[in-house]
């Protein structure tokens, strides 16, 4: 299992404009956010933490992502927030590439390393700190949970990807397969956080065309991605948003497996008015 980790710096002068970064994409339909991107002038920073930046990758914005924000966030030693998330009703994945993090969740301590999981309901009361010597990174997904009359709001659940089992999509004898940390029928969750993995030569061999909003995070390797009427090669450290409805498939280019992390709203009626579903 790789993760690719973002280490920020700039790219140098005699770099090409068209070349890393000028891959970026921004259209109605999806957006694509090259890795090299993320460099020391894009970076955010929060207050509440100390020894910590971010990459904002997704943030609710007319025309872009409605449902979710997606943050890449580094945390230095010693570094770390008492208060893990401010607004209330808002959940969140926390999902470890580099380094160790110290989760404390309702009372219970964990110790995270690079393939771990943290789901942190709206209710939970959270902090985090690198325990480590090394500057640890990790994905911080956000959503504002919505509630549905005679379902509780879903348990802390902290794991890691070793210990969840990849399910191979029917018909691909492995070639793409899906390591879900959430059941998908367990209905008090309406956001999935997976990761998609495929071998190379691994395909979506059709244009998926559905209601889910996604981000995805490449982990590793490179594929060439339908993304709406356009076919665009991205690699590990990109970052893709889809409208929903946004018709995706794809190829993956080798020579070793293409894995990304994955965004979906799920498990809820579509909202006919402001406010209502």
Known sequence: MTYHVPRGG???QTALTTGGAGRARFTEAYAVIPARTQSDITASYLP????????????????????????????????????????????SVLFVVDGTLQLEADGDRYELEPGSYAFLPPLAD????NSGEAT??????????????????????VTHERDVTPIEMPGTDGAWSTTRFVEIDDLRHDMHVNIVNFQ???????????????GLYVLEGKAVYLLNTDWVEVEAGDFMWLRAFCPQ?????????????L???????????????
């Open 249 to 261: 498939a794809c190829y993956a280019g080798g020579p070793g497996p293409f894995r990304y992390l």
């Open 48 to 91: 509440g933490w100390d020894g910590m930046r971010m990459w904002v990758l997704a943030r609710p914005l007319t025309g872009f992502a409605e449902t979710f924000s997606w943050y890449v966030a580094e945390v230095s030693p010693g570094g770390g927030t008492e208060e893990g998330e401010p607004t209330e009703g808002t959940e």
């Open 136 to 157: 640890a990174t990790f994905h911080w997904i956000r959503k504002r949970y919505e509630q549905v009359e005679g379902l509780f709001e879903p348990d802390v659940l």
């Open 263 to 277: 965004y979906k709203d799920v498990n809820r009626h579509a909202h006919l008015g402001l406010g209502s579903p």
């Open 10 to 12: 700039l790219p140098p």
């Open 200 to 214: 190379p030569g691994g395909a979506i061999p059709f244009p998926e065309t559905h209601v889910m909003e996604h």
């Open 126 to 129: 959270w902090s985090l700190r």
